[in-house]
């Protein structure tokens, strides 16, 4: 099985960087116009898009994709690629050096491997979590291919928890840790990833957003809560995915679920199901 391990990742590895090299000519340069959600979308977000479905069908001609900019519906295959094209779109008209391209892996509905690449920052996060699928091979969470671990540490004053842009309801009540913003929501939970926050809350994402930090996080040894309680994996074949909002809490282990999330659940209240992302 690792084989095939071998070959996805260096198919990600490949395909991110020959994507991320015509992006970064565009990045802080292009102009984004909002989508019937109310989200961003550029021209670059769109060639990205093309260019990544095209490499994925050349590659693996007998895997689904699922997409932000084109394809909404889940297939009827297998192996299926959830891909955010760029994650970031705001930072990346503003010339803000954090956004990523995200590519998960799912088997049978679940995703089993991930990987985010940040092109500012030359960072590759990648992880594998096999659940209970039946597959075997590779383990672990990586950044640039060193092993990360989530944080051990107990919440305090001087520890790290990531907010998005519409978590801004937690400032109504007293939180334990400094909170940041960073506008990516795979930037976000990769960092609880990594043990560099404690956690990180994103009140509407879609599925392409935390397919591959779900394993990553997962594979560091957090966990990932969804805070609707409504199952999220497998996903179903046939259904649009295109408007589903999915809070979420990334968490960098299971003890502290209690402590965090009485305080983040406050996002989801009034949130509109498919409003926009960052």
Request: some cysteine; glycine content about 8%; proline content about 7%.
């Amino acid at each position: 099985m690792n084989e095939f391990w071998d070959r996805v990742l260096d198919f990600c590895v490949d395909t991110t960087k020959t994507v991320s090299d015509r992006l970064n000519a565009n990045f802080g340069h292009i102009q984004a116009n909002i989508k019937e959600d109310g989200s961003l979308v550029t021209k670059a977000d769109q060639w990205s898009d093309q260019e990544i479905r095209k490499a994925i069908a050349a590659t693996f001609p007998d895997h689904g994709i699922l997409t932000e900019e084109t394809v909404h519906i889940f297939p009827d295959n297998d192996w299926c690629w959830v891909v955010d094209p760029i994650d970031g779109t705001t930072n990346f008209t503003r010339g803000v050096p954090i956004w990523a391209i995200s590519l998960g892996l799912l088997y049978r509905g679940t995703p089993v491997f991930g990987f985010v690449y940040v092109p500012p920052l030359k960072q590759a996060f990648h992880g594998y979590w096999y659940g209970h699928s039946g597959l075997t091979g590779y383990t672990g969470a990586y950044l640039n291919n060193q092993p990360i671990f989530t944080s051990k540490d107990d919440p305090s004053p001087g520890h790290l928890f990531n907010l998005c842009a519409r978590s801004k309801a937690i400032f109504n009540q007293p939180f334990p840790c400094k909170v940041r913003m960073i506008g990516v929501a795979s930037y976000n939970l990769l960092l609880v990833a990594a043990g560099v926050a404690i956690g990180g809350v994103e009140a509407t994402p879609k599925i392409w957003d935390i397919a591959a930090v779900w394993v990553i996080i997962k594979a560091a040894g957090g966990e990932f809560v969804f805070l609707d309680d409504h199952p999220v994996f497998p996903l179903q074949v046939g259904q649009d995915y295109g408007k589903n909002s999915i809070p979420s809490l990334g968490i960098c282990r299971a003890e502290l679920i209690p402590v965090f999330r009485p305080l983040v659940e406050c996002v989801t209240i009034d949130t509109p199901h498919g409003f926009a992302k960052s």
